[in-house]
């Protein structure tokens, strides 16, 4: 068993720099987020592993984040990526063996790093035991009340049991065949045929689930990450929706298989169960609502502790809309006492580098850089998604033959249709080329040298499961380290100054100030200590009264761009440009 890490508390700096304790590490943690398969391989089979994020995790220390999101590594056909779990206690062969998992967990523990591990509660694979028993026990089967088993509809049954539809795209049901070789009842599957729904009302589904949670807990990881929250309960009786293209529901209006309220009730069971250990273990729900006050009843005191912001995450590079949803985020989740969240890319949806470029990667990159720091300067808990701190595009151009997501050969990679996962990308994978497949940001990360793989394995010209682009030379780590104006330097700047800075990360508020259109400006202040934060999101140099000491500036993470002024003077932003000033 892996000694959980020692340290229970997050600290804050004072202003005559005593770090002090305070209980709620989550609150403002910045969570990285590790795709295992793409992340680095150390077995050389073109596969990311386990022992390739251990041997990796210094780059996450050095880089200052303070906890680590692994991905699924379960045992699993792959069906999605692993999101098709046949087994929640087994390290799936791919990625290495539980003895890997726990190496990695006390490793990152010894340096001072969390991890979170995905648990996926609404779904598992049609290879998991339970579903292969059921089948084979033929529609009498007590087994079958652990999943939605229904007959179909029509003379001799051949319709769905209702209308309701995939989320990669179809029927959200599948027909089955009996034992003796006739056509049977249906299973719901919200995602792929391979992914059938658990039966949350049945009492054996939630006692299998908090075991899992106590096999990973014993483990020492120190947290969860809640794939699809939102979908465990299904409304009574599956009633129809209505009509088709639900997809474009999802996030956006009720739906009776999403956010039921039944839901809440699992989650203040897992929250007793969680607070039953030590080192404060929490739970991150990916909660797709209505609205932000909907994702709030997620957080109230006595069930999950955070929530992925996907409202801010699909916000484009406009400065009223920001505002926005900056001041929505933080109300709702003020109403229930817990910290926002903030996030602009992951492992569902188009890196943000190329999101908002508009067609010019140069473009692209400056925004993105300058949308880092406006993130990292907000209260709560920021996530990163990994090479995000490289400045890495979206691979917009892989040929067909290489693609991997489900979303693709389900049609949606021809259609334009969401197929990710908790549909996160329904507006954030617009503007990639590549609508409707999810590979174009799970490509690889280059580590060091001048062409593929670029270090993402131990063999120099050896194999990746995705291919790299071959100008991808100058966005490697090496290649980045020790240049202040890399993407990287800049990363590792902003976190360091956010340790630091007892005016960034936790709080509850911003003070907004006056602006000219298209930027913003805003303040935070703590421990006598005040930061004010201005961001030009127009593609013109703006002019304003230099608000304090300039700290860092998007451009360059070592030395703030010469025109910035000094207090008492005029401020030159360049466009597109974030600036942190000590006031």
Same mark, same amino acid.
């Given at each position: 068993?892996?000694?959980?890490?020692?340290?229970?508390?997050?600290?804050?700096?004072?202003?005559?720099?005593?770090?002090?304790?305070?209980?709620?590490?989550?609150?403002?943690?910045?969570?990285?987020?590790?795709?295992?398969?793409?992340?680095?391989?150390?077995?050389?089979?073109?596969?990311?592993?386990?022992?390739?994020?251990?041997?990796?995790?210094?780059?996450?220390?050095?880089?200052?984040?303070?906890?680590?999101?692994?991905?699924? $590594?379960?045992?699993?056909?792959?069906?999605?990526?692993?999101?098709?779990?046949?087994?929640?206690?087994?390290?799936?062969?791919?990625?290495?063996?539980?003895?890997?998992?726990?190496?990695?967990?006390?490793?990152?523990?010894?340096?001072?790093?969390?991890?979170?591990?995905?648990?996926?509660?609404?779904?598992?694979?049609?290879?998991?035991?339970?579903?292969?028993?059921?089948?084979?026990?033929?529609?009498?089967?007590?087994?079958?009340?652990?999943?939605?088993?229904?007959?179909?509809?029509?003379?001799?049954?051949?319709?769905?049991?209702?209308?309701?539809?995939?989320?990669?795209?179809?029927?959200?049901?599948?027909?089955?065949?009996?034992?003796?070789?006739?056509?049977?009842?249906?299973?719901?599957?919200? $995602?792929?045929?391979?992914?059938?729904?658990?039966?949350?009302?049945?009492?054996?589904?939630?006692?299998?689930?908090?075991?899992?949670?106590?096999?990973?807990?014993?483990?020492?990881?120190?947290?969860?990450?809640?794939?699809?929250?939102?979908?465990?309960?299904?409304?009574?009786?599956?009633?129809?929706?209505?009509?088709?293209?639900?997809?474009?529901?999802?996030?956006?209006?009720?739906?009776?298989?999403?956010?039921?309220?039944?839901?809440?009730?699992?989650?203040?069971?897992?929250?007793?169960?969680?607070?039953?250990?030590?080192?404060? &273990?929490?739970?991150?729900?990916?909660?797709?609502?209505?609205?932000?006050?909907?994702?709030?009843?997620?957080?109230?005191?006595?069930?999950?502790?955070?929530?992925?912001?996907?409202?801010?995450?699909?916000?484009?590079?406009?400065?009223?809309?920001?505002?926005?949803?900056?001041?929505?985020?933080?109300?709702?989740?003020?109403?229930?006492?817990?910290?926002?969240?903030?996030?602009?890319?992951?492992?569902?949806?188009?890196?943000?580098?190329?999101?908002?470029?508009?067609?010019?990667?140069?473009?692209?990159?400056?925004?993105?850089?300058?949308?880092?720091?406006?993130?990292?300067?907000?209260?709560?808990?920021?996530?990163?998604?990994?090479?995000?701190?490289?400045?890495?595009?979206?691979?917009?151009?892989?040929?067909?033959?290489?693609?991997?997501?489900?979303?693709? $050969?389900?049609?949606?990679?021809?259609?334009?249709?969401?197929?990710?996962?908790?549909?996160?990308?329904?507006?954030?994978?617009?503007?990639?080329?590549?609508?409707?497949?999810?590979?174009?940001?799970?490509?690889?990360?280059?580590?060091?040298?001048?062409?593929?793989?670029?270090? $993402?394995?131990?063999?120099?010209?050896?194999?990746?499961?995705?291919?790299?682009?071959?100008?991808?030379?100058?966005?490697?780590?090496?290649?980045?380290?020790?240049?202040?104006?890399?993407?990287?330097?800049?990363?590792?700047?902003?976190?360091?100054?956010?340790?630091?800075?007892?005016?960034?990360?936790?709080? &509850?508020?911003?003070?907004?100030?006056?602006?000219?259109?298209?930027?913003?400006?805003?303040? &935070?202040?703590?421990?006598?200590?005040?930061?004010?934060?201005?961001?030009?999101?127009?593609?013109?140099?703006?002019?304003?009264?230099?608000?304090?000491?300039?700290?860092?500036?998007?451009?360059?993470?070592?030395?703030?761009?010469?025109?910035?002024?000094?207090?008492?003077?005029?401020?030159?932003?360049?466009?597109?440009?974030?600036?942190?000033?000590? &006031?």
């Amino acid at each position: 068993m892996t000694q959980h890490i020692t340290d229970a508390t997050s600290t804050v700096t004072t202003t005559d720099g005593v770090r002090a304790a305070r209980l709620g590490w989550w609150h403002d943690a910045v969570i990285y987020q590790v795709y295992p398969r793409s992340f680095a391989d150390a077995d050389g089979d073109g596969m990311g592993d386990l022992p390739g994020v251990t041997a990796r995790l210094p780059h996450l220390r050095d880089l200052g984040v303070d906890a680590v999101w692994l991905s699924p $590594f379960y045992a699993s056909p792959q069906a999605d990526a692993g999101y098709d779990v046949a087994d929640y206690r087994v390290v799936d062969p791919v990625f290495g063996t539980l003895a890997d998992a726990d190496e990695l967990v006390r490793r990152a523990h010894e340096l001072g790093l969390r991890v979170i591990v995905d648990i996926v509660p609404n779904h598992c694979s049609d290879e998991h035991e339970w579903f292969r028993a059921a089948l084979a026990d033929g529609p009498a089967s007590p087994l079958r009340e652990r999943f939605h088993f229904h007959p179909g509809k029509g003379s001799d049954g051949e319709l769905p049991p209702n209308d309701w539809e995939s989320v990669f795209g179809g029927p959200a049901w599948t027909r089955t065949t009996d034992p003796d070789g006739t056509p049977g009842d249906w299973y719901l599957h919200l $995602f792929a045929p391979e992914q059938p729904d658990f039966n949350w009302e049945h009492p054996a589904v939630r006692d299998e689930f908090r075991s899992i949670l106590r096999f990973w807990l014993d483990l020492g990881v120190d947290g969860f990450r809640v794939d699809v929250a939102h979908g465990l309960i299904k409304a009574p009786g599956l009633p129809d929706v209505g009509h088709g293209e639900q997809v474009k529901l999802l996030g956006a209006a009720p739906v009776p298989y999403f956010d039921q309220d039944g839901v809440h009730e699992i989650y203040r069971d897992w929250r007793k169960l969680l607070d039953g250990y030590d080192g404060e &273990r929490v739970a991150v729900a990916e909660a797709w609502t209505p609205t932000v006050e909907r994702s709030a009843l997620y957080l109230r005191p006595d069930e999950l502790h955070q929530a992925f912001n996907f409202a801010y995450l699909t916000t484009g590079w406009d400065a009223a809309a920001l505002r926005a949803v900056v001041d929505r985020s933080l109300d709702a989740m003020n109403s229930v006492a817990a910290p926002a969240t903030w996030v602009l890319s992951n492992h569902d949806v188009v890196r943000h580098t190329t999101r908002f470029a508009d067609g010019d990667p140069a473009r692209g990159l400056r925004r993105a850089r300058a949308a880092t720091l406006l993130m990292l300067a907000l209260p709560g808990s920021a996530y990163l998604y990994q090479g995000e701190e490289l400045g890495l595009p979206e691979v917009t151009d892989l040929p067909d033959e290489v693609r991997q997501d489900p979303a693709f $050969f389900r049609g949606a990679g021809q259609n334009g249709q969401e197929g990710a996962e908790g549909q996160e990308g329904q507006e954030g994978r617009q503007g990639s080329g590549q609508e409707g497949t999810r590979d174009g940001c799970r490509v690889p990360l280059p580590w060091s040298g001048a062409r593929p793989p670029f270090g $993402f394995g131990p063999v120099a010209g050896g194999p990746s499961w995705l291919p790299q682009p071959a100008g991808w030379a100058d966005l490697t780590v090496a290649a980045q380290k020790g240049d202040p104006a890399s993407t990287l330097e800049l990363y590792r700047a902003a976190l360091a100054l956010r340790r630091a800075h007892p005016a960034l990360g936790a709080g &509850r508020d911003v003070e907004w100030g006056e602006a000219p259109e298209g930027v913003l400006v805003f303040r &935070r202040t703590a421990a006598g200590r005040t930061l004010v934060v201005t961001t030009n999101l127009t593609d013109r140099p703006v002019t304003l009264p230099a608000p304090g000491t300039p700290l860092l500036c998007s451009l360059n993470s070592r030395v703030p761009a010469a025109d910035l002024g000094e207090p008492g003077t005029d401020a030159v932003l360049p466009p597109d440009t974030t600036v942190w000033w000590e &006031r």
